[in-house]
């Protein structure tokens, strides 16, 4: 099975689609990149960085003749994005897209795909707090996760095709339920990116502590939050609205579980927060053990050089 | 004013003692170091390693003869320990702490303080997730804040040099009044801590997902709260047993804020979602300016070598 696609088409040129492009030459996995965003400003910053080999005027003209053609904009425009260039689609071609939600990505695509294109959803389980088309690399893919989607009745070949391409650009490619992924990367994104916009939110909020304080002091912890919370608001506005009720879902277990430990607190219940601290060491080993992450202390920052 | 001391004594032998004994020797602010630790395996690797220049039996005979004693234990054993070596503390000495909560430390530490000798406590707002006698390291300080609260009427010369034995280990150093210490702390650094692990322990207990997914889509974001996760369980629990008030307060602006945002997201009001996120990228810009984080994404991890 290649790997390689001879025309791909990246509708939405920010980190994603930058490093798709970036990983994809790497590869040697295009023959030719074309590209176009809604912002004439990206466009413009596209074609003269070179991101891709041709910055389409309009998505429609983007897709023509493309063998693979990738959606990488916001979930909540991914219909609107469809519905567009569902007529310019290639017969034999390829469709995808990079959201972090599926269910509603699907439901919002899927009347938009002609006959003889294949519709293959897939989520790219990586990214940065940076945004924008000089933003992305080659290397973003390497190690980790993409997960496809496909409907049920999809192309097996389509499939292959796409997973090939992933594996191409240093991804880890595995098949999911469109409803277990939203569930699951409800636990391990959603609630956790909301969690921390909450909490930065919190702390530029109060009036007794200074915010020049909240940044000095926010070595002790803090300030991880913030990298997450300083990630695209226009992707994760449509992520929350577009996975809702697993968001929801996670976010009631969480503070249950927030309320139990404020009672342990409360009540003096060392033993309690001793376990549970205990209990949550485990999970950061395995993520290390996976690959998922550094062993270095503190992601390696502060640390002299070897 | 001199940043040396003759001879320092460091109770407990875990990441911020052994970060401040490397830092100690890179900056020559130290004649001979003598360390303690509570459990003997401790002791005998410091030993080991050479952690210190003499391993003591006892925290009280450790503290004999010393210029500078530095409790590095846990907030809740402070007490205990201050009591243990209060009598055998030298004239003209100082006595400094650790704590990442200072107006219970100094409340159970300063009644075991004899005449003469001069309690400074102090706060290193600066750790990784690491702990032990081997996870010290010499730049852990380097251009982060360490905060002293001297009670009123505490000498100044001993404060002063105090914080020029700071500034020597590479800290900037602030005063602050005890309680406005622990409010800021508990924003910083406190609730921060307490919502990792709860999000931790909601992700290691669903059922629906295992724990091979959590682990490999942990890319996504949860991987962040997983290292905060990971750090000491006896430390952390002390930490909100003796700062229960300020910790539970900022929880409680946490949830109401948490509480809102869930309802913008259940009601589908986008606008209310990405005003607060566009708001909360700011704090992290200002974390980057003041040199507090690396501005490289994802903290750097997975970029190719420059």
Chains 1, 2 share one sequence.
């Not at 636990?187 to 909301?194: E, N, Y």
Request: charged share 20%; with cysteine; proline share 5%.
């Amino acid at each position: 099975m290649t790997a390689r696609f001879e025309r791909i088409a990246l509708i939405g040129l920010g980190l994603i689609a930058g490093s798709i492009a970036h990983a994809a030459r790497r590869g040697d996995l295009v023959g030719t990149l074309v590209g176009y965003a809604r912002s004439e400003a990206t466009r413009a910053k596209a074609a003269e960085i070179g991101l891709v080999d041709e910055v389409a005027a309009t998505a429609a003209e983007a897709v023509k003749e493309a063998d693979l053609v990738i959606l990488c904009v916001p979930v909540g425009v991914m219909g609107a994005v469809a519905a567009e260039i569902g007529p310019h689609l290639k017969p034999g071609a390829i469709l995808s897209d990079v959201g972090s939600v599926k269910q509603t990505v699907i439901d919002a695509v899927a009347p938009h795909v002609p006959d003889g294109v294949h519709f293959v959803p897939s989520h790219p389980v990586a990214g940065t707090e940076h945004s924008g088309p000089e933003s992305g690399f080659a290397t973003l893919y390497d190690g980790r996760f993409t997960l496809l989607t496909p409907p049920e009745g999809t192309d097996q070949a389509a499939v292959d095709h796409l997973a090939a391409f992933w594996r191409g650009l240093g991804a880890n490619v595995e098949e999911m339920e469109p409803a277990h992924h939203d569930l699951v990367l409800a636990v391990t994104s959603h609630a956790p990116h909301l969690i921390a916009y909450t909490m930065v939110g919190v702390a530029d909020d109060l009036r007794r502590v200074t915010h020049s304080e909240v940044i000095k002091y926010s070595a002790a912890g803090f300030r991880d939050f913030t990298r997450i919370a300083a990630s695209d608001p226009t992707m994760w506005r449509d992520v929350f609205l577009n996975n809702k009720e697993a968001t929801l879902e996670i976010l009631g277990r969480f503070t249950e579980e927030l309320f139990a430990l404020q009672r342990a607190i409360r009540t003096g219940d060392g033993d309690t927060l001793h376990a549970y601290f205990t209990r949550t060491r485990a999970i950061r080993r395995g993520i290390i053990e996976a690959g998922q992450d550094t062993d270095a202390p503190n992601f390696g920052r502060g640390l002299p050089p070897k």
